[in-house]
């Protein structure tokens, strides 16, 4: 288990979080390479399959994070996305998932030290928890 | 409420419906009903729609099936507004996911009559095909009769479907007008009770006396929810136990061979079109040996338990319990059972109940700016 590097798929919205992650890039700040950015328009528009297929796929966790409440570019699509987090916390750890799998926060385009600890706590994290179980076993 | 009792003679409560029916048929307000009946010279019983009160004789709501949910005609009846109201016979399972459709917009409530009777329970489809053979019309009477005075409702070793033994709604409480079986003397009566300001005008126009609601059907009720009850925690606690690793679900969709019966059959599956028969899941031949070379190997068809935990996501919210899903699986599968389960947790998690209110707004149609903080943040800071 001391050598297990998981993967963290992060949906980042443009307009916030993955600007952050620009400027902790920017700023130098280092932060685990084991985080895959896939940067939406919206947290609004990550549709729960996403989700579900990341983690069925092996990913160790996801995150999903984007702009905080009042500042999302569309209006409301971060508090969408905060119902939808909601009912998959509620499906997946039915099936195994530890909850700490997926992960919802709001990090504004500014706060690239934030973007950089949040990925650093969440790899610490997931590396006490171990793989994620879809990794070995043959999804059915 | 208004409630009132009609009588029966000889305990033939199809013979009484079926004149209820028709005294319905008959108001001028109503152009038709829609009510499940023996199709001629078969013992399948469908959904009708019913214009002319002599086609009534075949009537039958109280056979044990439902060989659809008939939700899903009443939302194709109310797509758009079309001119008469028509009442329609349901079951509470029925109803509730009518309920259900018309806030996804997906029906109209306002030219439709709810009418719901009390519920006994059905055999699976393939179960009651089996069971009623040829003799179909007695089967019926010797069910309700034996279902009303409790005795154990297995014939020829099948039993009841398991959602309908888990299910804690046998009342149409959501009904315009309520035909009432339980805790009434149905050797003699039926109950007919007004729910809604709707079912009061009917009940109006149809002259009927009114009494009091017999002072044993609460108890009576109250206590066939509680076996109910007792069986679905049980079924619950069983399920989420064959189900809690991904090493189990695998093996309890094991035999799924994606033919994606279970989301056909939902009465609460809205999509129109469902992503799991689009190109989206049409992937590349190529595609599939990356899949396999990266561990060996991949169970064709892929994408199983992908589409589950989707449906999940997407119908769980709304999910009525009515065991459709079951019914259509060829490899019987326990879908119901799990879909249940499912969506216990994700109703109960927004405080919602699927078919309660058509005034209760979709869990996932609404937000609130200050709710859930608990799902936001990495757990061990408390601003992140
Ligand atoms: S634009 Fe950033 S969350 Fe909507």
């Keep these: 288990m001391a050598n297990f590097e998981p993967t963290i798929i992060a949906f980042v919205c443009n307009w916030c979080t993955y600007t952050a992650a620009d400027l902790a890039g920017t700023a130098r700040l280092g932060y685990p390479a084991n985080v895959r950015l896939i940067r939406v328009m919206c947290t609004g528009m990550v549709d729960p399959k996403y989700v579900i297929k990341a983690l069925l796929e092996g990913a160790d966790a996801v995150l999903v994070s984007g702009c905080h409440p009042g500042d999302c570019h569309y209006i409301n699509g971060n508090f969408k996305a905060r119902r939808r987090i909601k009912l998959l916390k509620e499906i997946l750890p039915q099936f195994g998932f530890g909850e700490e799998r997926l992960r919802l926060t709001w990090i504004g385009a500014s706060d690239g030290i934030q973007f950089a600890e949040t990925i650093h706590s969440m790899v610490a994290q997931i590396k006490t928890l171990g793989p994620n179980e879809a990794k070995a076993t043959m999804v059915i | ?384």
């Excluded at chain 2, 939302?75 to 259900?100: H, Q």
């Excluded at chain 2, 338990?305 to 899903?325: D, E, K």
């Design chain 2, 1 to 384: 409420m208004k409630t009132a009792k009609i009588n029966v003679n000889d305990g033939d409560l199809l013979t009484t419906l079926r004149d209820f029916f028709r005294s319905i048929l008959q108001l001028e307000d109503i152009s038709a009903i829609l009510v499940p009946q023996h199709l001629p010279a078969t013992n399948v019983v469908m959904p009708t729609l019913v214009t002319d009160p002599e086609q009534l004789n075949g009537t039958d709501p109280l056979a044990p099936v439902f060989p659809l949910n008939a939700a899903k005609i009443v939302s194709r009846l109310t797509r758009k507004p079309m001119g008469a109201k028509v009442a329609v016979v349901l079951r509470p399972c029925e109803i509730r996911a009518f309920v259900e459709l018309v806030k996804l917009k997906q029906g109209r409530i306002e030219e439709v009559l709810l009418v719901g009777i009390d519920c006994l329970g059905a055999f699976k489809n393939g179960d009651y095909i089996q069971i009623a053979g040829k003799k179909e019309a007695e089967f019926t009477s010797s069910f309700y009769k034996d279902a009303l005075s409790g005795k154990k409702l297995t014939f020829e070793g099948f039993d009841l479907a398991p959602a309908c033994k888990a299910c804690e709604n046998p009342i149409p409480d959501g009904a315009d007008i309520l035909i009432g079986l339980f805790g009434v003397d149905t050797n003699n009566q039926l109950l007919i009770q007004a729910r809604t300001p709707k079912g009061e005008t009917l009940y109006e126009t149809l002259d009927l006396s009114d009494t009091e609601e017999p002072p044993e059907r609460p108890a009576v009720v109250e206590s066939l929810v509680a076996e109910r009850t007792a069986y679905r925690d049980k079924m619950f606690a069983e399920t989420a136990e064959a189900t809690n690793s991904l090493e189990k679900l695998n093996i309890y969709f094991a035999e799924c061979v994606n033919c994606y019966n279970c989301r056909v059959a939902c009465p609460v599956c809205y999509c129109k079109e469902c992503v799991f028969v689009t190109d989206v899941f049409n992937h590349d031949p190529v595609q599939y040996l990356r899949w396999a070379n990266r561990k060996g190997v991949i169970k064709m068809p892929t994408d199983t338990v992908f589409y589950h935990l989707t449906r999940m996501a997407h119908m769980s919210t709304s999910c009525v319990g009515c065991g459709q899903c079951t019914n259509a699986c060829p490899n019987d599968i326990p879908v119901m059972e799990l879909f249940r389960t499912v969506s216990y947790h994700t109703q109960n998690a927004f405080e919602y109940e699927a078919g309660r209110s058509i005034e209760d707004d979709l869990p996932l149609s609404v937000f609130r700016e200050d709710e859930l903080a608990e799902v936001v943040g990495i757990g061990n800071h408390c601003n992140l």
